[in-house]
């Protein structure tokens, strides 16, 4: 039997599907990329905008027709996906499962488990990783803020913690079998707290003590959790990657209000700084919805105002859109599509301009890379402060992928790097 992964969504998504294959390969389905060629296929998707879940529905009439060849063809879908569009989805997916229950799929595939398999909770299913040298890693799962526009504290429920040795032990095995790249996921993770000890800073030392050569670092951050002491975890560890990522959301403080996001621009700007002076070599990277509802000109014009201080290197910039079931929805959608399209590409102008003035930095300079593919003129890899950089193969050059290496960086622009082998 074969299976097929189909995600929509962010990185805790494809976390989530890793550990779906972990399920099905321990049931002895086989990974297809042929979705048409599949016995089974699971949707994990994100339905935080309702486009998402209108796209989701989409793939009714393709799925009918898998089922007219395939007998035994069946549709899952897992994800963050809630309740109120489970009626809609019931009626194209076989089966809907959220994914803290994904343990439960065997038995509604009609499998039978076993008793030990059962007992196992999400966390504690060992995932069939897409990367042999980049893993991402969930040490918590759920939210308890609320921000007016999410959804995802009523697909992912509360904020629970993973044991901080449960996670220990998880890197400890990756870092065992090479792996060179450790991605902590979790909607918060400044608000880890597993038990009375232990918070993420803690965490984040008791990683850095594990043995072995690698990188490690973490998504996402919420600006009013955001400590000093983390700032100095990032700063003095050595395995922590230089990377940051803090979302801003909107540059004004009645914006900020509204989505109850629980800090001003003042305390956002206030972090920027003691990062920047703590790590001048941050890469701080960070979330910006444009056109929420009551967004006047004024109050946009302020968020770009705070990008041009805080000079972010990436900003992952999105048009509001109103999600049913959440607070805003509520409030009137009163910027315009043109409006929102056009605030956007403000947005993303500034942006350029802002990451090419922070890449002239890395010029000339001799950075670690870890390499994570190639062609024939290039090998594409990382550098620990998570930019992307491409570097011209050499006659006699050669790297291996899913290691490090060094680069001497020779051109930037504001999305990449370029350099030569040094090493
Ligand atoms: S912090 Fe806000 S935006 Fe992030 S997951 Fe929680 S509710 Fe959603």
Known sequence: MKYFIQIYGCQMNYADAERVSGVLESLGYDKTSKESEADLVVFVACAVRESAVNRLYGNGKKFKRYRLHNPNFKAV??????????????????????????NELPEKLGIKNT??????????????????????????????????????PYTRGREYSRPAQEVLNEITELVRKGYKEIILLGQNVNSYRPDETTDFPALLGKINEIE???????????????????????????????????????????????????????????LVKNIREAIPDIMLTTDIIVGFPGETEKQFLETGKLMRLAKFDIAYINQYSPRAGTASFEMPDDVSAGEKKQREKALN??????????????????IEVLIEKENEKYYFGKTRSFKDIKIRKGEIDTCAIGKFTKAQVTKVTPWALEGTLVE
Request: with cysteine; glycine share 4%; proline share 4%.
């Open 115 to 152: 008793d030990n398999e059962k007992s196992l909770d999400y966390f504690q299913i060992k995932p069939e990783h897409e990367s042999p040298f980049t893993a991402y890693v969930p040490i918590m799962t759920g939210c308890n803020n609320f921000c007016s526009y999410c959804i995802v």
């Open 77 to 102: 879908l897992t994800g963050c996906v809630v309740k109120k569009d489970r009626e809609k989805l019931e009626k194209i997916f076989d089966i809907i499962i959220d994914i803290k229950n994904i």
């Open 349 to 366: 102008d500034l942006l350029r301009e802002t990451a090419l003035e922070n890449n002239k930095r890395y010029m000339g300079r001799k």
């Open 212 to 270: 072995g050569d690698f990188w490690v670092r973490f998504l996402t951050s919420h600006p009013k959790d955001m400590s000093i002491r983390l700032i100095e975890s990032v700063k003095s560890l050595p395995k922590c990657a230089n990377h940051i990522h803090l979302a801003l959301q909107s540059g004004n403080d009645e914006i900020l209000e509204k989505m109850n996001r629980k800090y001003t621009k003042e305390h956002f700007l206030g």
